[in-house]
């Protein structure tokens, strides 16, 4: 694992976890994704890494619907990431005809 690493790259880490989170800060990353946290925990993880680096963006993911939204957007991620909008979406068969 590197501690420096070259400007123009960008990391991301996904974590599961507050040991992970307290980990993830001791490298210099640019974006964290919250993977499967209840909205407490989400809430704590921000706390702590805007705490130590508020520039880093964070993204929650995992377990996400529609209907958490509003929940989740209040523990102040800058992203939500609902994979059922394209995991779970149903093929829709159509065709176009030039006459």
Known sequence: VFKVKPE????EVELEDL???EEAL???IHQ?????MDCETMK???EKIRAINS????????NMTIERIPEVSRTGVDYIS???LTHSVSAFDISLRFV
């Open 26 to 28: 001791s490298y210099p």
């Open 32 to 36: 964290v994704m919250l993977d499967n």
């Open 82 to 84: 609902i994979g059922a």
């Open 55 to 62: 520039e880093i963006m964070i993204e929650a993911s995992g």
């Open 8 to 11: 123009q790259m960008k990391v």
């Open 44 to 46: 704590q993880g921000v």
């Open 19 to 21: 040991d992970q989170v």
